[in-house]
């Protein structure tokens, strides 16, 4: 087992406050009388940290080392603590130190004492300085629009690190600080608060390259008969070609045609492959646009009226990172119009 090690020399601790005084010689704690308590006798912190590593190493030698003291402090140390405490904790037996009966019951005490100390002081020290945030999302959109902006962000915030987490169906977030998540509907989630990202706005889009080999679709009715590359999404529901159709009054057979994919982001690098027209939700498809890797095949849009949200669990307060990403997912949403 590894222990932490604590500075040999640091003053004793007050158990209760501004009412007890410390004992100078750090034998003890004093306790203000007017408590009806029992006086609390603790040995010097200094006196336990010296007793676990002689003990641990059963060598006063290798615990002077390890405390960067001199074998003569540690072995005062250990006369003060044996003499507070009325017992020897150690005996010599052919060169070497072992615990006796009353120093191995004290060591196991101390040694699991020290031990749940330090790993409380870790605990706490990796609250205050570990700045996180968990990100929840789809791989389309960590992928298309969080990947090209974390450049900049890290730049402005290196002392945040945030945590991509995908997954092909949208899970549960739990109540943490630290987590929040990108999720379509209308904001209305009981166990969620939600801000708005912005509206789902969907268009049709292809490379360049498809646009000049196929020419510009003359209308809705023409761009149906071209090739479609289709989103099979068995988790998340989200609209179809069949849907945005018949959003715009345009009669389509989908005859099973054209290319048919399971994830978003095969979709889209499909539709910058020169494979197809694909739908392309604009907060996604925002950099490649942008870009050039992609360009709208008609100018219809369909605003569905859901939109899409950056969420967190209700029961908890956003930790300061996760707010200030959060905020800063917002304030680079794209345009509410493509």
Not at 39 to 45: E, G, H, K, Q, T
Request: aromatic content about 10%; charged content about 20%; overall charge negative.
């Amino acid at each position: 087992m590894i222990f932490y090690v604590f500075p040999f020399s640091f003053p004793p601790i007050s158990l209760v406050g501004q009412n007890a005084r410390v004992n100078r010689n750090y034998s003890d704690v004093c306790i203000n009388e007017s408590y009806a308590m029992p006086r609390l006798r603790i040995p010097s912190p200094a006196g336990l940290i010296t007793f676990e590593a002689a003990g641990r190493h059963l060598s006063f030698t290798n615990a002077a080392e390890e405390l960067c003291v001199s074998q003569a402090a540690v072995s005062s140390a250990i006369k003060s603590l044996e003499g507070d405490l009325g017992v020897e904790l150690f005996v010599r037996q052919h060169k070497r130190i072992v615990l006796t009966e009353a120093g191995q019951r004290f060591y196991s005490d101390v040694a699991m004492g020290l031990g749940h100390i330090a790993r409380s002081a870790e605990a706490v020290r990796r609250t205050t300085e570990d700045k996180h945030v968990v990100l929840s999302s789809s791989t389309a959109f960590a992928s298309h629009w969080l990947i090209p902006r974390l450049p900049s962000f890290r730049a402005q915030h290196p002392e945040i690190e945030i945590r991509i987490q995908t997954a092909d169906r949208d899970t549960d977030l739990g109540p943490d600080p630290h987590l929040i998540g990108m999720r379509r509907g209308l904001g209305d989630w009981p166990n969620y608060r939600a801000f708005r990202f912005g509206s789902e706005n969907l268009i049709a889009v292809c490379s360049p390259s498809y646009l000049q080999q196929s020419g510009v679709p003359r209308d809705l009715t023409d761009l149906a008969g071209r090739t479609l590359i289709h989103l099979d999404e068995p988790h998340r529901p989200r609209p179809a070609w069949k849907d945005w159709f018949a959003h715009f009054g345009v009669e389509f057979a989908d005859a099973g045609e054209g290319l048919r994919l399971n994830d978003y982001s095969l979709v889209v690098q499909a539709a910058i492959g020169g494979q197809g027209i694909a739908l392309g939700w604009t907060h996604i498809i925002d950099h490649p646009l942008t870009e050039g890797l992609l360009v709208p095949a008609h100018a219809a849009n369909w605003e569905t009226g859901y939109a899409f949200f950056v969420v967190s669990n209700r029961s908890v307060d956003l930790a300061p990172e996760a707010k200030l990403v959060k905020d800063w997912i917002i304030e680079g949403a794209p345009d509410e119009q493509p």
